[in-house]
């Protein structure tokens, strides 16, 4: 049996025993859950939150390819990685990010709805690239909420908080350890204590500063950079990232 988590989390407040869960958390070793954790974002954000020394947990909608995910990303980074089925994985914590592309963003979303419980937060990181359509990853489509992160909060049961992030962080260098990051992440939300449970999840990867850039409608401006940081990637053959100059000393999401 785990051990009982210091915060208790969304299943405790509903009166749900802890150790039913099977991934136990402390302060200083969150559990992150990463659904869609096997793809290229994902795998590469569970990379760094791993050697950060936080408890990853690997989401897939097949849980044998997410526990050889977990299994690799372990011996890899000598973390905490679990893997687990999706529906099972976005349990496990109160904070939950949801790194699929756009294309599958509704379908996950419809298959987690019965999962995901009023207090928790889920993070969208769905990019409405045209490559959804077999268009250019360059350019962006419309969504009839705004933005991919509106639609997702639409589509989310009652209570649970959508929080915008990590749309222009390159997969490619998160997977490459040997990249050393040292870029701005915007933080979007209507929910300024939401976006900062976000970011400070977000600040454990080194290299990471989380933006606090407004309102979940600044989404779709956000999410629009995303075409930008791939244009400017594939010119210069590098990862770029993007960085906020003269911003003043201090917690923006205090």
């Known amino acids: 049996m785990p051990p009982a988590r210091e915060a208790a989390g969304p299943s405790a407040q509903r009166g749900q025993p802890l150790d039913s869960r099977p991934v136990s958390e402390t302060s200083a070793a969150p559990v992150i859950p990463v659904i869609g954790g096997t793809g290229a974002l994902g795998s590469g954000l569970a990379k760094r939150w791993a050697r950060s020394g936080a408890r990853v947990v690997i989401g897939s909608r097949d849980a044998g390819r997410a526990r050889e995910a977990a299994e690799k990303l372990a011996a890899e ?45 889920l993070v969208d990181c769905s990019v409405p690239l045209a490559a959804a359509i077999s268009g250019k990853a360059t350019r962006t489509i419309g969504v009839w909420q705004g933005s991919a992160a509106q639609q997702a909060q639409e589509m989310a049961p009652e209570g649970v908080t959508v929080v915008s992030a990590l749309h222009t962080v390159s997969a490619p260098g998160l997977a490459d350890l040997s990249v050393e990051l040292d870029e701005d992440v915007p933080v979007c939300g209507d929910k300024k204590a939401d976006k900062a449970r976000v970011a400070e999840l977000i600040a454990r990867i080194d290299g990471l500063r989380p933006v606090n850039a407004g309102a979940l409608e600044i989404s779709r401006i956000v999410e629009q950079l995303t075409a930008l940081m ?22 923006p999401f205090s």
């Open 77 to 121: 980074t000598g973390g905490d990685v679990t893997g687990l089925a999706n529906d099972e994985a976005a349990t496990q914590a109160e904070v939950v990010f949801l790194t699929v592309p756009f294309r599958n963003q509704s379908e996950y979303l419809t298959n987690l709805k019965n999962v995901l419980r009023p207090g928790q937060i």
């Open 230 to 251: 791939i244009s400017v990637n594939v010119r210069y053959k590098t990862h770029a990232g993007l960085k906020f100059t003269n911003l003043p000393e201090g917690d």
